[in-house]
């Protein structure tokens, strides 16, 4: 048997590599050194093309460009009128923007419980909270699967929530051959750099519905509008004039940000097609390990993965997911995990969250982990991670 590298023995690689990186090339860097050399940082014809193309791509009526993920689920909440007292439904696994969004607006989040082999939102578990309080749900697809797109919005209908999407994980994904984006009543994404795609910084949300989308435009620009027809206040007085109508922020991207999201744009099916190339080979591979367990994936959606997660085994292990995840780490994989669950964190406690209200989340939490997926990668990074899972398998089987 190898000997692990924690022990003592050499490692599976020399260089390091990580879960999840960007892939930006020469065309990229060109496009945003084009802005940077033009009339516009900011506010200009950019940000533009990047709203109509993000609406090309997933079919949804209205695209809004925002400066990152979060100000997009912030800018959701906002639009769909959630507010004190209200209550919002989301997933415990998943990065704490999803639930910090309804915290933003005074609103509180609630955690439904996880499919424990699909890792996304229960919409069983979400049945089971409602109350005359809710008003909105945040369904994240998790990892880049969709959620369970049919029955989600069975239940928003039924009790006249709001839909909205975060879809941070999933812009290359379809739902029943629909692109996401265009399902939900709003739909986020983020640019960051670990992301699908990525403008450095970067978000959007996505919708069909003409009040919401003249709500968000409002909700990133300060709530400021030049339109005419919007105002309500003194009469128009010339071409400078402009009205605050609403509270807004301040939650615009950059041109040069832009820019490069345009750029990526154009190659999203190309990283897509890697993505799912990888997950395919993982897949085989890890399916016939006993000691790991792999994400369960819903028929009804094709799935470019932002993430690839091993679920650990662990009656059959003799190691922790701790000393898994070191040992990993000795080897050059550097792995993560996705995530805590949101209401475990001291900020949650101290509101009065209690741990152990979503099983079925905790449970999972205790044995993932993130193994590096990015379509940069090469065959042999990708069978160097095999060979790591694997080399560390063996050592801690029981
Ligand atoms: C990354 C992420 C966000 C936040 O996006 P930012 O662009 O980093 O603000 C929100 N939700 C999920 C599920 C994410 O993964």
Redesign the pocket.
């Known amino acids: 048997m190898e000997k692990l590298a924690i022990q003592g023995g050499y490692p599976v690689r020399g260089g390091k590599i990580y879960y999840g990186r960007q892939w930006i090339d020469e065309e990229d860097i060109q496009a945003v050194a084009k802005v940077l050399r033009s009339d516009f940082v900011t506010c200009g014809p950019k940000v533009d093309e990047m709203e109509r193309t993000l609406e090309k791509y997933t079919g949804a009526k209205y695209a809004v460009a925002v400066s ?6 912030h800018c959701a909440c906002i639009a769909a009128g959630i507010g004190a007292g209200d209550e919002v439904i989301t997933t415990p696994i ?2 704490a ?2 639930a910090n969004c309804a915290l933003y607006c005074g609103a509180k989040p609630v955690f439904a419980d996880i499919n424990p082999e699909t890792y996304n939102i229960d919409p069983e578990s979400i049945r089971a909270h409602i109350t005359d309080k809710t008003k909105a749900i945040v369904a ?1 697809d ?1 990892t880049g699967q969709s959620v369970e797109n049919d029955e989600i919005r069975a239940i928003c209908d039924e009790y006249n929530l709001i839909f909205i999407e ?1 879809a ?2 999933a812009i290359a994904t379809k739902y029943k051959g629909k692109q996401v984006g265009s399902l939900a009543d709003m739909t ?1 994404f ?3 750099p ?2 699908t795609i990525t403008g450095g ?3 959007a949300v996505l919708t069909n519905n003409e009040v919401f989308y003249q709500k968000l435009v409002l909700a990133h620009t300060h709530g400021i509008t030049h339109d005419e027809s919007m105002m309500e206040g003194a009469p128009h007085e010339g071409s400078w004039y402009y009205e605050e109508i609403s509270l807004g922020y301040n939650y615009r991207i950059t041109d040069f940000q832009a820019a490069l999201i345009v750029s990526q744009m154009s190659k999203l099916d190309k990283f897509a097609a890697r993505r799912k190339e990888i997950v395919k080979r993982y897949d085989e591979v890890f399916s016939k390990l006993p000691e790991i367990i792999v994400q369960k994936e819903i028929p009804e959606s094709d799935t470019c993965r ?1 993430l690839y997660i091993i679920r650990l085994n662990l009656d059959k292990l003799k190691c922790s997911r701790r000393e898994f995840f070191d040992a990993m780490s000795a080897e050059n994989i550097q792995c993560q995990i996705h995530y805590v669950p949101v209401y475990w964190f001291p900020y949650y406690q101290h509101l009065g969250y209690e741990k152990g209200i979503c099983p079925n989340a905790e449970e999972v939490y205790k044995a993932i982990m993130s193994i590096p997926l990015y379509p940069a990668m090469s065959d042999q990074d990708v069978e160097d991670v095999i060979h790591s899972v694997k080399k560390v398998v063996n050592n801690y089987k029981k």
């Open positions: 990152n993920g979060t100000a997009a689920l998943t990065f923007a999803s994240v998790f975060d941070a994980h986020c983020s640019f960051h670990v992301k910084e970067g978000g932002h």
